[in-house]
C-alpha cells in the first residue's frame, strides 16, 4: 500500500513552489527551530502554540504564518491531482460555502473561479507578502508594518478555507493516501494557534464545525 510519504516523495512536483524558509541564524529562524522542537517533543498542541515567555507576539505570529502557508501548500499538493477545473469548478465547501478571490490586483472584484485557480491565486498571493521584506522582515532592527497583523489574519483566514475544501471535497483521497492522521494534526495546529490569538472568525470557522467538533471536542465553535 502507498503511504502518505511515498506519495510525497513521488509527487514532489504537486506542490506549487519551494518552501518560504528564514535565514539561518536570525531571531525568527531560531524561533521557527524552537517552535518545531517543541511540535516533535509531543508537547501538547494546545500548549504548543502559546507565546514564549519574553518573545514578541509578531515574531510569533510571522513564524506560524510562514510555516502554516508551506504545511498548508503542501497538503493541497497531495490531493491536486484529484481537484480540476472539471471537479472543482468553483473554490467550495459544500453547498453552503462558496468562496470568491478578490485580490485588488488582476481580480479587483469578488470573482468565481475553479478550487485549483482560486488556489493557485492565494499561494502566489501569500508568496508576495511573505517574500516582500517590508511585510515580513528578515532582520530584527526592520519593524513589522502596522498592518501586519491583519494581513496575517487575511493570509491565515483565506488558508482556512483550503481546509475547507481539501476536507469536504476530497477527504476520500485523503483516505486513499494515508494522509488523513497528518492533515487532523496539522488542522489541529492552525485551530489551535487562530483561536488562541483570534485571528480567523468564528463565521468562518463555521464551515468545518463537524470536524472540529470531532477532533476538538472542546473548542468546537458553538452555533
Known sequence: MTTFFDFLHVNKHKTFRPKKKFPVGTLRYNLHKQAQATLHAGLDLKHAVKLPSNE???????????????????????????CSRESCPTMS????????????????????????????????????????????????????PSDFRQICKK???????????????HFDRLLDIGAEPHANTLYKHF?????????VSPRE????????????????PKS
Open 205 to 220: 470557522l463555521e464551515a468545518l464545525k463537524d470536524l472540529t467538533g470531532r477532533l476538538i471536542p472542546e473548542k468546537a
Open 93 to 144: 465547501g459544500g453547498a453552503r460555502y462558496e468562496y470568491l478571490w478578490q485580490d485588488g490586483d488582476r481580480y479587483k472584484r469578488p470573482t468565481k473561479l475553479p478550487a485549483p485557480m482560486y488556489v493557485n491565486e492565494l499561494m502566489e498571493w501569500i508568496e508576495l507578502r511573505i517574500n516582500d521584506e517590508h511585510v515580513f522582515p528578515v532582520s530584527v532592527q526592520m519593524p513589522f
Open 191 to 199: 485551530y489551535y494557534f487562530v483561536t488562541e490569538f483570534n485571528l
Open 56 to 82: 514578541n507576539f509578531d515574531d510569533w505570529l510571522a513564524v506560524h504564518t510562514v510555516d502554516f502557508f508551506n504545511r498548508i501548500n503542501l497538503l493541497y499538493g497531495t490531493i491536486s491531482d484529484v
Open 155 to 169: 493570509i491565515l483566514t483565506r488558508l482556512f478555507r483550503v481546509f475547507v475544501h481539501v476536507y469536504i471535497h
